[in-house]
Nanobody
């Protein structure tokens, strides 16, 4: 398995929380960075959060203070804790690995992508 595998999506009410998990193989988990992106219907895929090998984290402005990205090296997993969810957070969330140099916020620079997991936030 090279592609990451996401889990943890679902339906939640506004103000609620979800935790997304991304299981990665040794090859992808050793990438310089792992990121989460999302894509809502009719919209382009957008950056949500990323974490590099030294655990430095990066966030989109619209999730700062609400989402937290972390990595569990022993389990080779990347987690995205999403709190205070809003209806506009509804999207398919993708986990991806950036295996080389590139812009950690650009989906064009990521090499391996999961199939995505649906997150739906009801108002």
């Amino acid at each position: 398995q090279v592609q990451p595998v996401e889990s943890g999506g679902g339906l939640v009410q506004a103000g609620g929380f979800l935790r997304l998990s991304c299981a990665a193989s040794g090859r992808t988990f050793s990438s310089p960075a792992m990121g989460w992106f999302r894509q809502a219907p009719g919209k382009e895929r957008e950056f949500v959060a990323a974490i590099n090998w030294s655990h430095k984290t990066y966030y989109a402005d619209f999730v700062k203070g609400r989402f937290t990205i972390s990595r569990d090296n022993a389990k080779k997993m990347v987690l995205l804790q999403m709190n205070s969810l809003k209806p506009e957070d509804t999207a398919v969330y993708y986990c991806a690995a950036l295996s080389g140099e590139g812009d950690i916020r650009s989906n064009r620079d990521y090499d391996y992508w999961g199939q995505g997991t649906q997150v739906t936030v009801s108002s």
